[in-house]
C-alpha cells in the first residue's frame, strides 16, 4: 500500500507516477474539505467519487466531467493524506477509462481560477442578464458557451443554468466568468441579498476575532519607543497595557506550534545518489531536494490501524519504483 501526503508529493507527481507504471487500482485521498477516491486502469482514468458524485457514467463525456469534478475538488483542498490501492475497482461497472494528463492539466487551470470565478459570479444563485454587446474586441466561447448564452434570460440563477445546459457547474462557471468579463453578461444585484451577505461577513469577522487581544490603534499614537502611550505616560507604567499584553501573548503562546524532535538525516551524498537512483526507475526527471531532518519515531506510540502515512520523496519513490517492477 503506497501511502503520504500532498506537501510530499503533489496530486500531479503521484497520478505521473501511477500512469507510467500503468497499474490499477484506487488513489483514496482524505482531506479537511474533502474525501474523495479516483480509479484508474492501466494509468488511465476509470472513474472517481467525491462528496454526493458516485455511480457509473453514461459515456467518455461524462467520465471527463466526473473526474474534473473530483480532481478539482482534490486540487482545492488544502491538505490532504493520500493511499493508493493496488487492483482495487469502483463498486460499479466502469469500462470506460482517459488518459490522465489532459483531464489534469483541465481540472488544474480550473482549480486555480477558482476565486476568480467566484468573485466574478458572486454565487451560483445569481442571476445573469445579457447586455447585447461586448467591451473586448473580441470574444472566444466553447459549445458549451454558447449554450450558455442562449440560456441567461435574467431570471435563472447560474446553478440553473447548468442544469438547462446539462452540464456541471465545473464546466460551466469558467465560461460565465468568461461571458462576464467580456461584457457580453452581467450579475443583477439583489440590494437586500447584497446586505445580507455583508452583515453575515461583519459577524464573522468578529467570531475570528481573538479573545484577549487589544486594538490600541484607535485609543492611542506611537510614542518614542513604537509602542502605544497614554496621557499617563509610556506603556511600561500602564498596568492596563501590561495585563493586555500578558493576555496577548498567552494567546499567542497557546497558538504556536508544537514542534516535533527531530534527528539527523543520513549521508547527505549517499542519500541524493539513491534519490536519483529511484527517481531514474519511477520514471521521473527530478527527485526532489535532499531532506535535512528526518522524524524521529515515537517509540512509546500505539501502533496505527491503517497505512503509515509516509513522509519522505525517497520512500515513496522506492515503493512506487517497485510497484512499476510488479
Known amino acids: 500500500m503506497l501511502s503520504g501526503t500532498f506537501d510530499l508529493f503533489s ?19 482524505r482531506g479537511r474539505e474533502v474525501d474523495a477516491t479516483l480509479f484508474l486502469v492501466a494509468g488511465e482514468f476509470s472513474g472517481g467519487e467525491a462528496a454526493d458524485l458516485s455511480g457509473p457514467v453514461a459515456d467518455l463525456e461524462a467520465l471527463e466531467t466526473r473526474m474534473l469534478e473530483v480532481c478539482v475538488a482534490v486540487l482545492r483542498c488544502r491538505a490532504a493524506e493520500f493511499e493508493f490501492l493496488a487492483d482495487q475497482t469502483p463498486p460499479w461497472p466502469a469500462a470506460l477509462s482517459l488518459p490522465i494528463t489532459a483531464i489534469l492539466e483541465r481540472a488544474g487551470a480550473i482549480a486555480r481560477e477558482w476565486p476568480s470565478i467566484m468573485s466574478a459570479v458572486e454565487s451560483f444563485e445569481s442571476m445573469l442578464e445579457r447586455t447585447g454587446s461586448i467591451t473586448t474586441e473580441s470574444v472566444t466561447l466553447s459549445a458549451l458557451g454558447f449554450r450558455v448564452l442562449e440560456l441567461v434570460d435574467g431570471r435563472t440563477t447560474i446553478r440553473q443554468l447548468a442544469q438547462r445546459a446539462e452540464a456541471s457547474l465545473i464546466v460551466v462557471a469558467p465560461e460565465i466568468r468568461a461571458l462576464i468579463l467580456a461584457g457580453a453578461v452581467r450579475v443583477l444585484v439583489d440590494s437586500a441579498r447584497a446586505l445580507a451577505t455583508a452583515q ?49 501573548a498567552t494567546a499567542a503562546a497557546d497558538r504556536a506550534p508544537v514542534i516535533e524532535n527531530v534527528m539527523p538525516a543520513a549521508d547527505p551524498a549517499d542519500l541524493a545518489r539513491e534519490r536519483a537512483d529511484l527517481a531514474t526507475r519511477a520514471g521521473l526527471s527530478d527527485p526532489g531536494p535532499v531532506p535535512e531532518t528526518m522524524a524521529r519515531p515515537d517509540a512509546d506510540a500505539p501502533a496505527a490501524e491503517r497505512a503509515q502515512i509516509v513522509v519522505d520523496r525517497s520512500d515513496l519513490l522506492r515503493m512506487f519504483s517497485g510497484l512499476k517492477e510488479e
Open 11 to 29: 496530486l500531479a507527481e503521484v497520478l505521473g507516477l501511477i500512469q507510467r507504471a500503468g497499474t490499477s487500482g484506487a488513489l483514496v485521498v
Open 200 to 248: 453575515a461577513a461583519a459577524v464573522s469577522d468578529q467570531a475570528r476575532t481573538p479573545r484577549g487581544v487589544v486594538d490600541v490603534t484607535e485609543a492611542a499614537s506611537p510614542g518614542p519607543s513604537g509602542l502605544p502611550s497614554g496621557p499617563s505616560g509610556p506603556p511600561a507604567a500602564s498596568p492596563e497595557w501590561a495585563t493586555t499584553s500578558v493576555t496577548a
